[in-house]
């Protein structure tokens, strides 16, 4: 798999190290670098041993909140296929809209979505990713309550290898492509890289 790690200018220069403890993010290969690597360094590591679920899990801690819930949400739309945008699941709708506009609003409408998800709707981890991303647990006192380190980052993820789980008989090029959606949304583009190649 051949990926770029070069101009992630939407990710910070802070040690990558930190920001998965931060997170309370463990990796399952031991990173044998500095322990001031930045992300890239990290993820040309990852790359190189082949630990490309791990890289999937730098991507959603290193990720700007909001660039990683339109991940979450690419990847539920990689799971619903040609589905009209008229019957698209309410958390995806809720999820996305909240990313267009971030508003308390639209958090609250994709605390709803969440709050009343169907049982078997995967994309209730976009809507949860949305309302978890300002790093409280909601409005008025709620606002005093952190959220959980891990609640964005782990909503990421599982919407990103539901979307995995689902490609099953490409697994190898469906990692790769979600991988390089990510390191494109880090570039500052949307993430649509399938469409870009289709073209």
């Given at each position: 798999?051949?990926?770029?790690?070069?101009?992630?200018?939407?990710?910070?220069g802070?040690?990558?190290?930190?920001?998965?403890?931060?997170?309370?993010?463990k990796?399952?290969?031991?990173?044998?670098?500095?322990?001031?690597?930045?992300?890239?360094?990290?993820?040309?590591?990852?790359?190189?041993?082949?630990?490309?679920?791990?890289?999937?899990?730098?991507?959603?801690v290193?990720?700007?909140?909001?660039?990683?819930?339109?991940?979450?949400?690419?990847?539920?739309?990689d799971?619903?296929?040609?589905?009209?945008?008229?019957?698209?699941?309410?958390?995806?709708?809720?999820?996305?809209?909240?990313?267009?506009?971030?508003?308390?609003?639209n958090?609250?409408?994709?605390?709803?979505?969440?709050?009343?998800?169907?049982?078997d709707?995967?994309t209730?981890?976009?809507?949860?990713?949305?309302?978890?991303?300002?790093?409280?647990?909601?409005?008025?006192?709620?606002?005093?309550?952190?959220?959980?380190?891990?609640?964005?980052?782990?909503?990421?993820?599982?919407?990103?290898?539901?979307?995995?789980?689902?490609?099953?008989?490409?697994?190898?090029?469906?990692?790769?492509?979600?991988?390089?959606r990510?390191?494109?949304?880090?570039?500052?583009?949307?993430?649509?890289?399938?469409?870009?190649?289709?073209?």
């Amino acid at each position: 798999m051949d990926f770029s790690f070069d101009n992630l200018k939407k990710i910070s220069g802070e040690p990558a190290a930190r920001m998965l403890a931060a997170c309370n993010v463990k990796l399952e290969t031991p990173l044998t670098l500095p322990a001031n690597a930045q992300v890239p360094q990290t993820l040309q590591f990852l790359a190189e041993q082949q630990a490309h679920f791990d890289m999937l899990h730098m991507l959603a801690v290193a990720l700007p909140k909001r660039e990683a819930v339109w991940w979450a949400c690419l990847a539920a739309r990689d799971v619903l296929g040609d589905v009209p945008d008229a019957k698209l699941p309410t958390p995806l709708v809720a999820a996305e809209r909240w990313v267009f506009k971030p508003t308390p609003e639209n958090r609250a409408r994709a605390r709803m979505a969440m709050e009343h998800a169907e049982i078997d709707d995967d994309t209730v981890y976009c809507a949860m990713a949305a309302f978890y991303a300002e790093g409280n647990m909601g409005d008025g006192d709620m606002a005093e309550i952190p959220a959980p380190p891990s609640a964005v980052s782990g909503a990421v993820v599982c919407m990103n290898m539901i979307s995995v789980a689902a490609h099953a008989e490409q697994m190898n090029e469906h990692v790769a492509r979600i991988v390089n959606r990510a390191l494109d949304i880090a570039r500052g583009g949307n993430g649509q890289i399938a469409e870009k190649e289709d073209a």
